[in-house]
């Protein structure tokens, strides 16, 4: 076990028994464990009889940490970096630590594991040799159907994750954005008891969802086939399509900025055509 070293480990994102003994090893060996939730690390250190000190890391305070920690390695303590679930700083807190302590010249030590978004997409039966990972889409209707839009020609598998009390929401926004018969799948909660992979037409999905509250619980990872065929016959549908969801959430004028800013289109022509959708 290397001193000075900030050891990024990934831990079970269900099953307590998808752990390495490389990842259970560096766990007991580092001077302490810098965990996103104590109480959520805690039961899996109890379980492995590993009893390292724990010391709260998340999103609240890791800027308020980030010297201490910083100084605590350049004393040459060693420290285990850990989120609730899966590989830290994917959708979770650690990358101002890690670009910090990169940018002084000290060494980050991977410790490989399990990770949502591929335990998903290995599964998923989506095309694997591209992808994008995009994390959790924005909470509002309209910035969600606005930035949804941004990816509606990209050619690689699309990966989210999204939070039960969303994921009904936001199938039913990618249906509208990327077209009901778009392939997609939903994964919730990967490797636990209640473990779901539903696989089908974005339309059939929200349905699904819509119809079935139980499939709304747990944590999720959304994954939706890439666009196929002529991206330039698209774009012009999926211009008027935006414009029309955005005019529905916000102001003309508002919806018009925003639809810029997201095509490049100027404000002046999508201005005229927003006033012919609307009949003004």
């Known amino acids: 076990m290397s001193k000075g070293v900030l050891y990024v480990v990934a831990t079970p994102i269900g099953n307590i028994e998808d752990i390495s003994q490389r990842a259970l090893e560096t766990l007991k060996q580092v001077d302490f464990i810098a965990a996103e939730d104590t109480r959520h690390t805690r039961p899996l250190l109890k379980h492995y009889g590993i009893n390292t000190p724990l010391r709260a890391f998340h999103q609240y305070n890791e800027h ?10 350049d004393a040459g303590q060693s420290i285990a970096l850990v989120s609730d679930a ?3 700083l994917i959708s979770d807190p650690g990358f101002p630590l890690v670009r910090e302590l990169i940018q002084r010249g000290g060494r980050v030590v991977p410790v490989p594991g399990a990770s949502a978004l591929i335990c998903a997409l290995s599964a998923s039966g989506l095309p694997t040799d591209r992808f994008m990972f995009l994390g959790f889409p924005p909470r509002q209707t309209g910035q969600r159907l606005a930035w949804l839009q941004t990816f509606a020609d990209e050619v690689s598998t699309l990966v989210f994750y999204e939070s039960s009390h969303r994921v009904a929401d936001s199938v039913a926004a990618m249906c509208e954005v990327f077209g009901s018969g778009r392939e997609g799948v939903i994964a919730r909660e990967l490797t636990k008891l209640h473990e779901t992979i539903l696989r089908g037409s974005l339309e059939s999905l929200s349905e699904r969802l819509r119809q079935d509250r139980d499939q709304q619980k747990g944590e999720f990872v959304i994954l939706i086939r890439g666009a196929t065929g002529d991206a330039g016959e698209r774009i012009e549908v999926d211009i008027e399509q935006m414009l029309i969801t955005l005019m529905a959430e916000l102001p003309l004028k508002q919806a018009v900025s ?7 289109i100027k404000k002046n022509i999508l201005y005229k055509q927003a006033l012919k959708i609307s009949g003004g």
Do not use: D, F, H, W
């Open 258 to 264: 925003l639809a810029s800013r997201v095509s490049g």
């Open 64 to 73: 308020a940490k980030l010297e201490m920690m910083l100084q605590i390695l």
């Open 86 to 88: 899966g590989t830290p």
